[in-house]
């Protein structure tokens, strides 16, 4: 769909972005892979297990709500706890959303010692997303690499209870964990690198177990932060420029680390929840795009009303932000959100949204 | 038989075990208040229970975080299995059984684990059916392990969506059972709107709803 008075295709509305100019209206983007699946009458699995569906699907999306695939969020490459040997499961019946982890590859401590790399060109869900990102690349998209931080997903390998004790008793196998992480997710962007051209790839990251709600800031500085520095070197030397950062959850406290000196490369996008204010983000990350964060619960519970009313005051806080401002759920967008709550945000868009020209 | 001064000061040696999450020494103190003559009940209440409350504030201050929460719930579970031999039946009784899960399609569960913790920490007799539990199982296991109250926890609105249903499959069968609910999601309104007995915004308020309801 295009709205009123479209000035811009979607790709010169982002690129503009990261040009630090102007678009003709605020961008949307969403995380939607499961719910576009249930837009287009597909199961949720087809998220996972079929790159061509769930490709369309995304794509029909897409435009019935006109939204910016900045870039077009699929499901993760890199799926932590399948690819390191675990036992995942594709979601099923009424209420699963996402993969089900039905046991860890890392049960104990010895596990740890015996971990395997695990191959980055075959293992877990890669060959799929690589299907996708042919799909893309084909379609004149981004090609999307997608993960969670190191942190998330070394805790994903063994689970986060387990993880969060050894913070404490065991912190060298954390570390290691999180070497594994880590290094098998730069072995599979060499692959991406190699198969699609790093010019074409945007990486998209989320960090939901760094989150406030579960680790204290200090933790945060002493863990994950420092793997945030090496990420971002090792996608500078891969050449690789754009970067999305969904900094999952309550993450009000970590904040002030990350502001010091983000490593990344900049504009990047950064994506926040509702827990955390836009003006905040924007004062604490004035080089970055800010996006954001309609709280998800309530594009999924609420009324359209309420949910148009909301976009609208989240419109007003970010429209003026001089980085740049992408609207958008404050995390992926529920699978279960009636569709008119999710035309409601683009609705608010098309009222509100503009730039003069 | 210890003098209430010694009494007083291996309790509180205890709280300060489980706020310290030393496992080693909390266990060491438990066994020392089976040496020393000291009632147990009071060691579990006073000690464990009383270094359990002090936790909760920690974390509510934000000093504690998840982590530390993790190894003092261990710390405390030490002393308990020491002590736990030792309680009278009606100590053990004094409190309700409650029955505790994260809904179908919901992996999410250190908020359920926390909320275990309090229960446990506050002396009630707690099943742990885990994580992505399937309607039929609350039914089946409420009916098995007869307990008091179901504690329902979602941390997605995907997941919640489950709650109606398996609060009216609880009642079918048994309508004098309670459903305490919880998790990022919820909130009293939806509470009531999907049937629930109680609502509870953290694992601390939720030990007092439980007790509420059974009076
Ligand atoms: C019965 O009575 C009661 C009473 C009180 C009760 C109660 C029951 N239960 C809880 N309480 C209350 O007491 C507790 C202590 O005081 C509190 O419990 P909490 O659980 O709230 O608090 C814990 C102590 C700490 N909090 C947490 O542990 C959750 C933190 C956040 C960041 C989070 C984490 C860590 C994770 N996640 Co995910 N994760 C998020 C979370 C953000 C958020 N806003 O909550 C949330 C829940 N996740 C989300 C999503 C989308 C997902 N996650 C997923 C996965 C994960 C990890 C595995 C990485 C990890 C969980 C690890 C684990 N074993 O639990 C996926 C789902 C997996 C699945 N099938 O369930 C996935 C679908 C992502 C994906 N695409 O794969 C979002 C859900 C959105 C929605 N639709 O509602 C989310 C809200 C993030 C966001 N900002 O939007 C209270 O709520």
Same mark, same amino acid.
């Given at each position: 769909m295009k709205l009123k008075q479209d000035r811009m295709s979607s790709a010169e509305r982002i690129d503009s972005l990261f040009n630090y100019r102007r678009p003709d209206h605020v961008p949307i983007t969403m995380i939607a892979p499961t719910f576009s699946c249930r837009n287009a009458g597909l199961p949720v699995r087809v998220a996972y297990s079929d790159p061509q569906l769930n490709f369309y699907a995304m794509q029909w999306a897409a435009e019935q709500y006109a939204w910016d695939q900045a870039p077009q969020i699929v499901r993760h490459t890199v799926v932590e706890a399948m690819d390191f040997g675990g036992d995942v499961r594709l979601p099923e019946g009424e209420y699963e959303g996402a993969l089900m982890v039905k046991s860890y590859p890392v049960k104990s401590e010895s596990d740890v010692e015996g971990l395997k790399m695990p191959e980055p060109d075959k293992t877990g869900m890669i060959g799929i997303a690589a299907e996708l990102g042919r799909l893309q690349e084909a379609h004149g998209l981004p090609v999307t690499f997608v993960s969670r931080s190191p942190f998330t997903i070394a805790s994903n390998v063994c689970g986060l209870q387990q993880f969060c004790k050894w913070l404490i008793k065991k912190p060298e196998l954390c570390e290691r964990l999180m070497k594994a992480a880590f290094d098998h997710t730069f072995n599979v962007l060499r692959y991406w690198a190699d198969t699609f051209g790093a010019e074409k790839i945007f990486v998209?990251?989320?960090?939901?177990? &760094?989150?406030?709600? %579960?680790?204290? @800031? *200090?933790?945060? &500085? #002493?863990?994950?932060? @420092?793997?945030?520095?090496?990420?971002? &070197?090792?996608? *500078?030397?891969?050449?690789? #420029?754009?970067?999305?950062?969904? %900094?999952?959850? &309550?993450?009000n406290l970590n904040l002030p680390s990350l502001a010091d000196a983000p490593p990344w490369e900049h504009p990047a996008i950064l994506s926040f929840g509702h827990e955390v204010d836009l003006e905040t983000a924007a004062q604490r990350f004035p080089k970055d795009i800010i996006c954001g964060n309609i709280e998800p619960a309530i594009i999924q519970t609420g009324s359209p009303q309420q949910v148009y009313e909301l976009a609208r005051t989240t419109l007003e806080k970010g429209k003026g932000i001089p980085g740049g401002f992408i609207l958008s759920a404050g995390c992926e967008l529920p699978v279960a959100s009636p569709a008119a709550n999710v035309f409601a945000i683009t609705k608010a868009v098309d009222d509100f949204g503009w730039y003069a020209e | 038989m210890a003098s209430e001064e010694k009494t007083r000061e291996i309790l509180k040696a205890i709280q300060d075990a489980v706020v310290g999450y030393d496992e080693e020494t909390c266990e060491r103190l438990c066994s020392s208040v089976l040496e020393e003559g000291i009632d147990p009940h009071r060691a579990v209440v006073e000690g464990l229970t009383g270094g359990m409350e002090r936790v909760g504030e920690l974390y509510n201050s934000q000093e504690y975080f998840v982590p530390e929460l993790l190894l003092c719930a261990d710390a405390l579970n030490a002393g308990l299995n020491v002590l736990k031999p030792h309680l009278k039946i009606e100590d053990a009784a004094r409190k309700g059984k409650l029955l505790i899960g994260v809904v179908e399609g919901d992996i999410h569960d250190i908020g359920k684990n926390l909320v275990r913790i309090m229960f446990e920490a506050a002396g009630w007799d707690v099943y742990d059916l885990g994580n992505n539990v399937k309607i039929e199982r609350f039914v089946e296991e409420q009916k098995k392990a007869n307990t008091d109250i179901v504690a329902l926890s979602a941390l997605m609105t995907t997941s919640m969506l489950a709650m109606p249903k398996i609060i009216g499959a609880l009642k079918a069968q048994n309508p004098g059972v309670k459903v305490l609910v919880g998790g990022a999601p919820l909130s009293q309104e939806i509470a009531q709107r999907y049937g629930a007995d109680a609502y509870a915004p953290d694992a601390v308020a939720a030990v007092k709803r439980a007790a509420d309801l059974i009076g």
């Open positions: 998209f990251m989320s960090s939901p177990s &760094e989150s406030n709600q %579960v680790i204290s @800031p *200090k933790q945060f &500085e #002493k863990f994950a932060l @420092p793997y945030h520095l090496l990420y971002h &070197e090792r996608l *500078k030397a891969l050449g690789i #420029k754009r970067f999305y950062f969904h %900094v999952c959850g &309550e993450q | -």
